[in-house]
Structures are given as C-alpha cells and as structure tokens.
C-alpha cells in the first residue's frame, strides 16, 4: 500500500501534458527542444464527411454485407464439411451412375442433371434453412444484437442482405453439380459439353425454385421468437407437402391437392425435368415458368411479411411486435404488399382456370379409377361382345409440328371374322382427341356417352362370317391452351401411336387393386377362363382393345417442310406442296395393326442384309453406336429369314422417337420406333461388352417379325411367353451366331441376372 502511494505521489507532480522529442540518455533537459504542437493541430485539414443513405448505396451496403455473411458461411466447418461430402457424392452418382437394368449410358448432361439434383436438393433445401436461422440469430447469437440495432440502416438493407448471401450459397451449392457434371464426363471421356443447358437448368430452373424456399425460411425465421422453432415450422412445410392428398382426403376438400394451394410446387413435376435432344423442355417450361411466377410473387410477399416482422430493438411480447408491425404499415410497404397480393391472387386464379375450365382433358389418378369402376359398371357387360376385327385403314394423317397439332381422317373396316352373328357394336374413342365416327351402314342409336367416349349401335342387317362394316372418321387434338399442350405432336421429334383412333369394343380398364374395388363397391372380379380353341380369343390381342388382325394399310402423311415423316408401309411416292412434305405409304401385304406416325429433323443412314436394305433415321447428334444396331438388325434378319422364309418387304427402318415419349423399342410392320435412350447406350464401356444392347434389342425386335406378327399367341394367360420369349431367344441365337456360343453364355447369364 505504501508502495502505491508513492508511485502515485510521485506520477502526480511529475505527469504534464506536453510532448518531447526523444532525448538520449545523459542529456540534459535543455538539450532538446520542447515540441509544442497545439498550435500544428490547426494547422491540419480535415476533410469534411459526408453521409449519403440513396437506394444506389444502401444497395451497395446490402451486397457488402452479403459479402461478409456469405464468407461467415463458407468458411464455417460445418459447411466446409457438408460442401466437400457433398461435392464427392455428386461425383459419385454421376460418375458411377447407371439406369436399373444396369446398363451404362453415356454421361449425357440431361443425365448429370437429372439424377444428382433428384438427391441433391433435398441437401440444399436443408442448408437454405439452416443457415437462414443462423443469419438471421447472428446478433443475439454473438450477443451483438444491441449494436447492430442502432445502425443507421434501414431494415430492409440487413434483410436483402441476408437474402442475397443465401442466394449466393445456393449458387455454389448448384455449381457443384456444374463441376461434378463436367468432371464426370471429362472421366468418362465424353467430350459433348453441354454447358448453355448447365446453366439454364441450373441457375435459371432450380435457381428460381430454391430462392423461393429462401424467402419463406428468411419469412418463418424472422417471425420465430428462437432459431430452433423457425427449424422446426420450416421441417413441418415439406411434411405438409406431402400429407396434403391424404389430407385432402380425410377432410373431403379436393381444392387442397391442387399445386396453387401447395407451396412451391409445379403440376406435373416433382424433381428434374423431362429433356429430349429433340425437342429439348418441349412445352413444359410454359407451365413451369407460370407456377415459378406464381410462387415468386407469393415468396416476395413472405419477405415483407418478414421485413414487418423483423426483430430490431428490444421487444418482449407478442402484443408490442404486433403493435410493431402495424405501425411498420405504411407507405412503400403497404402498397407494395396490396399491390403483389392482387399479382398473386389474379396469377392463382388464371392458372386454376386454365387448368380446370380451359385445360382439362386427361383424367387425374383419382378420376381414372373413378372412370374404371364406371367403365365396368356400365359397359362391363360388354366385354365378352363379339366384334368385328379391323382388315383395312385407308387414312391421311396432317401432322403441324409448328402449332403442334395434327388432323386424322378416313375409312376403317371390320370384318367379322367368327362363325357368330353380330347385330350390336360398341365404338371406344379416345379421351384425349376429338373424334367424329360415321358407321357408313345403316344402323340405330342405342346410346351414347360423351363423359365415357362410348357409342352403342345396332345394326339394322346382322354381320354374319365374312360381313364387314365400314367407318368413316375425323380426329384431332384439342385446341392447346397456355399451360397444356392438348396434342401428341411436338416441335420436333412426334411420335403418335394408334391409340388415337376409334376401336370396337370396350376398353379392358378395370381396378385390380382389392382395396380400391372396395371402395368403389365392385366386389371381386372374377377373370374369364380362355382355353386355346375359345373363339373368343380371336377378338383381342395381348394388348388392349388392338382388335388384332393383319390390316390392309394405306396412308398419305405429310409434316412441315424441314422434317421428314414416316409409317408403315412401303413408300410409294414424296412430293413438297406449300411448304410441306407429303408422303405416300401403301403395305405391300397385310401388317399387324400397330400403327404408328413419327416427324423429326433426322439423319439417314443406311446398310443391307443378305435379304433387306437396312435404314436407320436418327438424332443427328446420335452416332455413337451406329454400327451395332445395323449388325443386330442384319443378324437376326439373316438368321430368321433362313428358318422362317424371308420377310416380304424390303425396307426395314429404325426410326429414333424422343426419352421423353418412352424408354422402350417396338416394331411396326417395316419400321421400328426406338427410343432416344438407347442410343446413348456406352456398349464400348467393360460393363457393356457382354450386353450389347443396341445389337440384342435390334435383334429382338425383327425377331418379332415373326413371332408376334406373323405367329400371334392366343390371349390366355402366359401367352406372352411366345411372342416375347422366342424373340428373346432369337436374338440370343444371332448373338451366339456373330459372337460364339461363350459370349451368349455370357449374354444370357447377364440378362437372367437383371
């Protein structure tokens, strides 16, 4: 204690405020000159400060402070963490992914996208709202809660802040799908760089889609009195999302599973995009951009929401934040906030009009099974009638890939071709075309019904064995509307099959399942026991309603003056009138009624087999497995013809159609529709070298030529077994005869497995 006062006695007498320059040790005090410099401090210029609050520079300040919340973020563990497991599991599926059958693919962009953000997103909508909570908690989280409310900026620059460094997130989250694309197919040595559809899909597509997730996590957080309450409302919305049908259900309300009552959803589309090279998004992105719009303006009117809400200075209770909140009321904000809600509202109510007053044709899940159990109550009686059987079309199909519409018309005739007389038809057109049918003989309206596209008619002179009747007929599509594309044409890349086109007898639509049956009080279906020499089986074929029967066909097909059109049938004859193409297709001896009419901007290729001039009509992009196919056609070509007779056309072609259509291939008389998909088939992969697709499905569909067409199964159970299973065969025998007995070994073995 002493020591203290005199440490502080001493300091006080010899303590002065005056500055010295700095005397070295043994000098004397006036030795150095005593520096008075009250007099320089004058003597300075200070510049004059200005302070400017403009929108340019508050702007300027919001991406400042995004800046610094966005380096708070990615430099965070946790994140670091999360972004490099992430970054490898990308890597990951895209590297090593493949489709379930277990074929390896070409790593095509579509594919990089597709699958990685089916899985991904879920990842990036967590970290959206996890990190939202920590922005938005940050002051009271490093107790700095006090000094960030006196700043002198507005409330809406610290929430735009915080929006945009989330924002800024997603956009690194996003571009590790970029980078792990690229870098898969840089692995997989696929050089077709897709990077304008990278970008679009990625930063414009999802982009859209994820910042409106933000807005609502930034909404519920800003609202929540703690960060772990706003997790646990925002892990509630996508339950929610979810439980809606059934909620729907419970309650009776069918207003609640439509996409404008559910939070960030599209109709038609749960994850990803459907994308052909053909067509490329076809009609979709209209949908999804009107919904997109729809869901922005709602998200930006939960950020006001939030910005009213915003919790600056010291408020306790729910009544003073309310009483916040309408004093925040005003001005801007309100009529900004009145004005989007009547965007939102007037957005809401175009859609749900165009969809359900403008748009719907096509039946819901819950309305198909409603139309099943009708179909069968009314018309179930039916289906036993016999029918005449379809032996001639004579039709001129007018596809219009510009307005994506197309225009059917002509004569089909039925004869009946069992030792029964028929008096009464049952006419099936299709739900999703126009159709106008013309029974040419006379005959009696019994009914007919427009909700289930049905017509019964009785003939006023029965059809005994060899009798035919004729019918004439228009079809069409519905007119397209904003949000629906109503027709199968598209802008490239058509593929229309012969569902379009009226059938005899009822549709074969009947719910199997045992609890929906029940539901809809139908008791137990009781399936018809066919025996091979049932002359009913002459009315059906292994496909619904096919009314099966080799047809005399003939067709005049035009498409626009770009593209090149094609259906069964030999060509007879081409010509361009008005800008169009028209072609002429006649069959040259009757075909299995599986017509089919494709349009697209193709490539042609062509080969020859011992017996056929082989065709091929692709993606001019599609030529990585050319060869292959044009092997396995003459394969399996050579090898039929010489144990079943040659085919007694001369033309077979392979005509690609669009992913987006089907994953699937089939023959149709002298073409063979075949799916984009199987052209990116990587058969020079070691995993493929066993399992040539390209050759085996080529294989297996000319064997169909025969087995199916020309020696159709009867339709009783497991029938299916000829058709398909001597194909199988066949292709497997034209593997062993081009490869060797090990390799169809191998083959087989492979295709047991999957």
Same mark, same amino acid.
């Given at each position: 204690?002493?020591?203290?006062?005199?440490?502080?006695?001493?300091?006080?007498?010899?303590?002065?405020?005056?500055?010295?320059?700095?005397?070295?040790?043994?000098?004397?005090?006036?030795?150095?000159?005593?520096?008075?410099?009250?007099?320089?401090?004058?003597?300075?210029?200070?510049?004059?400060?200005?302070?400017?609050?403009?929108?340019?520079?508050?702007?300027?300040?919001?991406?400042?402070?995004?800046?610094?919340?966005?380096?708070?973020?990615?430099?965070?563990?946790?994140?670091?963490?999360?972004?490099?497991?992430g970054l490898m599991l990308v890597l990951f599926q895209q590297y090593e992914m493949s489709p379930q059958d277990g074929i390896v693919k070409f790593p095509t962009t579509a594919n990089m996208l597709?699958?990685?953000?089916?899985?991904?997103?879920?990842?990036?909508?967590?970290?959206?709202?996890?990190?939202?909570?920590?922005?938005?908690?940050?002051?009271?989280?490093?107790?700095?809660?006090?000094?960030?409310?006196?700043?002198?900026?507005?409330?809406?620059?610290?929430?735009?802040?915080?929006?945009?460094?989330?924002l800024k997130m997603q956009f690194l989250l996003l571009s590790l799908v970029f980078i792990g694309g690229i870098v898969a197919q840089v692995l997989a040595g696929y050089t077709r760089f897709e990077?304008?559809?990278?970008?679009?899909?990625?930063?414009?597509?999802?982009?859209?889609?994820?910042?409106?997730?933000?807005?609502?996590?930034?909404?519920?957080?800003?609202?929540?009195?703690?960060?772990?309450?706003?997790?646990?409302?925002?892990?509630?919305?996508?339950?929610?999302?979810?439980?809606?049908?059934?909620?729907?259900?419970?309650?009776?309300?069918?207003?609640?599973?439509?996409?404008?009552?559910?939070?960030?959803?599209?109709?038609?589309?749960?994850?990803?995009?459907?994308?052909?090279?053909?067509?490329?998004?076809?009609?979709?992105?209209?949908?999804?951009?009107?919904?997109?719009?729809?869901?922005?303006?709602?998200?930006?009117?939960?950020?006001?929401?939030?910005?009213?809400?915003?919790?600056?200075?010291?408020?306790?209770?729910?009544?003073?934040?309310?009483?916040?909140?309408?004093?925040?009321?005003?001005?801007?904000?309100?009529?900004?906030?009145?004005?989007?809600?009547?965007?939102?509202?007037?957005?809401?109510?175009?859609?749900?009009?165009?969809?359900?007053?403008?748009?719907?044709?096509?039946?819901?899940?819950?309305?198909?099974?409603?139309?099943?159990?009708?179909?069968?109550?009314?018309?179930?009686?039916?289906?036993?009638?016999?029918?005449?059987?379809?032996?001639?079309?004579?039709?001129?199909?007018?596809?219009?890939?510009?307005?994506?519409?197309?225009?059917?018309?002509?004569?089909?005739?039925?004869?009946?071709?069992?030792?029964?007389?028929?008096?009464?038809?049952?006419?099936?057109?299709?739900?999703?075309?126009?159709?106008?049918?013309?029974?040419?003989?006379?005959?009696?309206?019994?009914?007919?019904?427009?909700?289930?596209?049905?017509?019964?008619?009785?003939? =006023?002179?029965? *059809? /005994?064995? !060899? @009798? +035919?009747?004729?019918? %004439?007929?228009?079809?069409?599509?519905?007119? &397209?509307?904003? $949000?629906?594309?109503?027709?199968?044409?598209?802008?490239?890349?058509?593929?229309?099959?012969?569902?379009?086109?009226?059938?005899?007898?009822?549709?074969?639509?009947?719910?199997?399942?045992?609890?929906?049956?029940?539901?809809?009080?139908?008791?137990?279906?009781? =399936?018809?026991? *066919? /025996?091979? !020499? @049932? +002359?009913?089986?002459? %009315?059906?074929?292994?496909?619904?309603?096919? &009314?099966?029967? $080799?047809?005399?066909?003939?067709?005049?097909?035009?498409?626009?003056?770009?593209?090149?059109?094609?259906?069964?049938?030999?060509?007879?004859?081409?010509?361009?009138?008005?800008?169009?193409?028209?072609?002429?297709?006649?069959?040259?001896?009757?075909?299995?009624?599986?017509?089919?009419?494709?349009?697209?901007?193709?490539?042609?290729?062509?080969?020859?087999?011992?017996?056929?001039?082989?065709?091929?009509?692709?993606?001019?992009?599609?030529?990585?497995?050319?060869?292959?196919?044009?092997?396995?056609?003459?394969?399996?070509?050579?090898?039929?013809?010489?144990?079943?007779?040659?085919?007694?056309?001369?033309?077979?072609?392979?005509?690609?159609?669009?992913?987006?259509?089907?994953?699937?291939?089939?023959?149709?008389?002298?073409?063979?529709?075949?799916?984009?998909?199987?052209?990116?088939?990587?058969?020079?992969?070691?995993?493929?070298?066993?399992?040539?697709?390209?050759?085996?499905?080529?294989?297996?569909?000319?064997?169909?030529?025969?087995?199916?067409?020309?020696?159709?199964?009867?339709?009783?159970?497991?029938?299916?077994?000829?058709?398909?299973?001597?194909?199988?065969?066949?292709?497997?025998?034209?593997?062993?005869?081009?490869?060797?007995?090990?390799?169809?070994?191998?083959?087989?073995?492979?295709?047991?497995?999957?």
């Amino acid at each position: 204690l002493g020591i203290s006062v005199g440490v502080l006695v001493l300091t006080y007498f010899k303590f002065q405020f005056k500055q010295f320059a700095s005397n070295r040790k043994g000098q004397k005090d006036n030795d150095f000159e005593e520096k008075n410099l009250v007099d320089k401090v004058f003597d300075i210029s200070i510049p004059e400060v200005t302070t400017s609050f403009s929108f340019r520079n508050q702007l300027s300040t919001s991406w400042h402070l995004s800046t610094i919340d966005f380096r708070s973020i990615v430099f965070s563990w946790p994140f670091l963490a999360i972004l490099l497991s992430g970054l490898m599991l990308v890597l990951f599926q895209q590297y090593e992914m493949s489709p379930q059958d277990g074929i390896v693919k070409f790593p095509t962009t579509a594919n990089m996208l597709r699958v990685p953000m089916f899985i991904f997103s879920g990842t990036i909508n967590l970290l959206t709202f996890l990190y939202v909570g920590i922005l938005m908690f940050k002051g009271s989280l490093s107790r700095m809660d006090g000094l960030l409310d006196v700043t002198p900026q507005p409330d809406y620059v610290v929430l735009g802040a915080r929006l945009i460094a989330i924002l800024k997130m997603q956009f690194l989250l996003l571009s590790l799908v970029f980078i792990g694309g690229i870098v898969a197919q840089v692995l997989a040595g696929y050089t077709r760089f897709e990077i304008g559809h990278y970008l679009f899909e990625l930063y414009i597509l999802q982009g859209i889609h994820f910042s409106i997730w933000a807005c609502l996590a930034i909404c519920i957080h800003a609202i929540s009195k703690n960060m772990y309450l706003g997790y646990f409302l925002l892990m509630l919305v996508p339950v929610l999302l979810i439980m809606m049908p059934s909620i729907a259900n419970f309650l009776d309300i069918d207003l609640l599973k439509e996409n404008i009552l559910q939070y960030n959803t599209v109709k038609g589309q749960f994850l990803g995009f459907d994308y052909s090279d053909f067509d490329q998004y076809s009609s979709q992105l209209v949908t999804y951009f009107a919904y997109k719009i729809y869901w922005l303006t709602c998200g930006m009117g939960l950020l006001f929401i939030g910005l009213l809400w915003w919790k600056r200075g010291f408020t306790f209770t729910l009544k003073e934040r309310w009483n916040l909140v309408k004093m925040r009321f005003t001005g801007v904000i309100k009529h900004s906030m009145m004005l989007g809600f009547i965007f939102f509202m007037s957005t809401g109510t175009t859609i749900y009009y165009q969809e359900f007053y403008v748009s719907k044709i096509a039946f819901s899940k819950e309305s198909q099974n409603e139309m099943m159990a009708k179909n069968e109550r009314l018309y179930g009686h039916f289906l036993n009638l016999p029918q005449p059987q379809l032996r001639k079309v004579k039709m001129e199909m007018k596809l219009f890939p510009e307005s994506q519409g197309f225009l059917a018309s002509g004569t089909m005739t039925f004869v009946n071709v069992m030792d029964v007389t028929i008096d009464t038809i049952v006419i099936a057109t299709s739900f999703k075309e126009i159709t106008d049918v013309r029974v040419l003989e006379t005959h009696e309206l019994l009914s007919e019904d427009e909700a289930m596209h049905y017509t019964v008619l009785k003939l =006023e002179k029965s *059809l /005994i064995l !060899g @009798d +035919s009747v004729h019918m %004439s007929f228009d079809v069409k599509n519905y007119p &397209n509307t904003f $949000l629906q594309n109503n027709s199968r044409v598209v802008k490239n890349g058509t593929f229309i099959q012969s569902h379009i086109l009226p059938v005899l007898g009822i549709r074969n639509a009947f719910i199997k399942n045992v609890k929906n049956r029940e539901d809809y009080k139908l008791g137990t279906r009781i =399936e018809p026991v *066919l /025996i091979p !020499g @049932d +002359s009913m089986l002459t %009315s059906y074929y292994f496909q619904d309603n096919a &009314n099966i029967g $080799l047809i005399d066909y003939e067709c005049t097909l035009s498409t626009s003056g770009e593209q090149t059109a094609f259906t069964m049938g030999t060509l007879t004859e081409s010509w361009k009138e008005s800008g169009r193409n028209f072609y002429h297709f006649k069959t040259q001896e009757p075909m299995v009624k599986t017509m089919s009419w494709l349009s697209a901007v193709y490539e042609k290729l062509r080969a020859s087999s011992k017996y056929q001039t082989l065709e091929m009509y692709r993606h001019p992009l599609h030529n990585q497995n050319d060869e292959h196919y044009f092997h396995g056609l003459s394969a399996s070509l050579d090898y039929c013809s010489e144990w079943f007779g040659p085919l007694k056309y001369d033309t077979m072609k392979i005509i690609e159609f669009p992913e987006t259509k089907g994953t699937w291939a089939t023959v149709n008389g002298n073409i063979i529709p075949y799916s984009e998909s199987y052209f990116f088939c990587d058969v020079s992969d070691a995993e493929n070298d066993m399992f040539n697709i390209p050759f085996f499905v080529s294989a297996h569909e000319i064997a169909h030529s025969w087995w199916g067409h020309q020696m159709d199964p009867a339709n009783i159970k497991g029938s299916r077994i000829i058709s398909e299973g001597m194909a199988d065969y066949l292709a497997l025998k034209a593997v062993e005869k081009e490869f060797g007995s090990s390799k169809m070994l191998e083959l087989k073995k492979k295709y047991h497995d999957l």
